[in-house]
T-cell receptor, first 114, second 113 residues
Framework: NAGVMQNPRHLVRRRGQEARLRCSPM?????VYWYRQLPEEGLKFMVY????????ESGMPKERFSAEFPKEGPSILRIQQVVRGDSAAYFC????????????FGQGTRLTVV | DAKTTQPPSMDCAEGRAANLPCNHS???????VYWYRQIHSQGPQYIIH???NNETNEMASLIITEDRKSSTLILPHATLRDTAVYYC??????????????FGPGTRLSVLP
């Protein structure tokens, strides 16, 4: 059973471009969480999704950021018109459709905005 | 905001037990205690979780006090590879989904040779 897969591992974008980060959850997992980690800082929650539904997006910036988890395919975190401050590591995690279970994290996508 | 309090850093000698404390004095009855760690800049790694009984797995033991207001993660024989930031998280499970996992600053454990 493969772990949580994130791609790309490294992404470089120029200011103003769009960044698309992909997360394929573990097999059988229908819950996905996205986190951002700025250099030398902690993990900040962004959004929690269940298949086709956003459960909690309290950590998502109001503009330029969006997330989806379609019925088929990976979860996508989209950042439009990237700025230098978006440079960070973005981690996703997945968990099964059961409460009180652990979530497993991917190795992250490191976004660099130049 | 995180509902837990942890010391910012700890040292442990290689081969000795590492005991990492966590205070969660406002924990409610349906909240679980989870432990994760992050080694360097890798993705966080799940360690263990529990509700009120002590738990043990191949990585660690989790000791939760009877009043559930604090817990201790025990790494029985720490190695250099256990050097990481350790996060204690409380999280409620509701019906068929839970809350997100809220990470605080954690404890930076340094295992010394």
């Amino acid at each position: 059973n493969a772990g949580v897969m994130q791609n790309p591992r490294h992404l470089v974008r120029r200011r103003g471009q769009e960044a698309r980060l992909r997360c394929s959850p573990m097999k059988g997992h229908s819950h996905v969480y996205w986190y951002r980690q700025l250099p030398e800082e902690g993990l900040k929650f962004m959004v929690y999704l269940q298949k086709e539904n956003i459960i909690d997006e309290s950590g998502m910036p109001k503009e330029r950021f969006s997330a989806e988890f379609p019925k088929e395919g990976p979860s996508i975190l989209r950042i439009q018109q990237v700025v230098r401050g978006d440079s960070a590591a973005y981690f996703c995690a997945s968990s099964p459709d059961l409460a009180n279970t652990e979530a497993f994290f991917g190795q992250g996508t490191r976004l660099t905005v130049v | 905001d995180a509902k837990t309090t942890q010391p910012p850093s700890m040292d442990c000698a290689e081969g000795r037990a590492a005991n990492l404390p966590c205070n969660h004095s406002t924990i409610s009855g349906n909240e679980y205690v989870y432990w994760y760690r992050q080694i360097h800049s890798q993705g966080p790694q799940y360690i263990i979780h529990g509700l009120k009984n002590n738990e043990t797995n191949e990585m660690a033991s989790l000791i939760i006090t009877e009043d559930r207001k604090s817990s201790t993660l025990i790494l029985p024989h720490a190695t250099l590879r256990d050097t990481a930031v350790y996060y204690c998280i409380v999280r409620v499970g509701l019906d068929n989904y839970g809350q997100n996992f809220v990470f605080g600053p954690g404890t930076r454990l340094s295992v010394l040779p």
